[in-house]
């Protein structure tokens, strides 16, 4: 496909339990960016992957969360011990550059959390 | 503290009518983009305004920069059933980096048939 994919779309657990969010951008794309989304709410930042740079991990809630990227494709989220305060729409986005302010960010369709 | 605010946070409104949503702060930015995003869905990109004072339309979405970079408006005329979603903005307030891009909580429009 020619888009972002996220995997699962759907996920829900139990309080306690860890979760791995998938994430593959579109093919060449060198940004990509990480978000939260809670009911009613605006997206909020979590972290952002440049190239071969040190990843902006400034919008991470907490220690529970964490994320790698291998090169400039597949990226994983991860939440260990999760909260119900985790529950959300996760959402990934990738930009052809990234360090331009212009750059459009194209998003995925984004993995819905229910921590019972 | 909500960095980027907009209002209203719901609109019905009945097809053909007309329409405008706001985006304020009392922070500058150096640009700001508006989003449309449907429900199961990610956010799509409408516009991305960089000048103060800059008019960008889009069919018959009109969106305005405040001169001083701290607000923005999103016009719709002749509203059609296909506009309803939630529409975000999101400012940028560093040159060079796109990496902390600031939502709002967005503004939910339904138009009705």
């Known amino acids: 496909g020619a888009g972002v994919s996220q995997s699962p779309s759907n996920k829900v657990t139990e309080k306690g339990k860890d979760v791995e969010l998938r994430c593959d951008p579109i093919?060449?794309?060198?940004?990509l960016y990480w978000y939260r989304q809670r009911l009613g709410q605006g997206l909020e930042f979590l972290i952002y992957f440049q190239g071969n740079s040190a990843p902006d991990k400034s919008g991470l809630p907490s220690d529970r969360f964490s994320a790698e990227r291998t090169g400039e494709s597949v990226s994983t989220l991860t939440i260990q011990r999760t909260q119900q305060e985790d529950s959300a729409v996760y959402l990934c986005a990738s930009s052809p550059q990234g360090f331009r302010f212009t750059d459009t960010q194209y998003f995925g369709p984004g993995t819905r959390l229910t921590v019972l | 503290t909500q960095l980027l605010e907009q209002s209203p946070q719901f609109l019905s409104i009945q097809e053909g009518e007309n329409l405008t949503v706001y985006c304020n702060s009392s922070s500058v930015f150096s640009s700001l983009q508006w989003y449309r995003q449907e429900p199961g869905e990610g956010p799509v990109l409408l516009v991305t305004v960089v000048t103060g004072g800059e008019v960008k339309k889009l069919k018959r979405l009109t969106f305005q920069f405040g001169d001083a970079r701290k607000d923005s408006s999103l016009h719709i005329t002749a509203a059609q059933p296909g506009d309803t979603g939630l529409y975000l903005c999101a400012g940028t307030k560093q040159r060079g980096s796109q990496g902390n891009l600031i939502f709002g909580k967005g503004t939910k429009l339904s138009v009705k048939p």
């Open positions: 093919s060449g794309h060198t940004a």
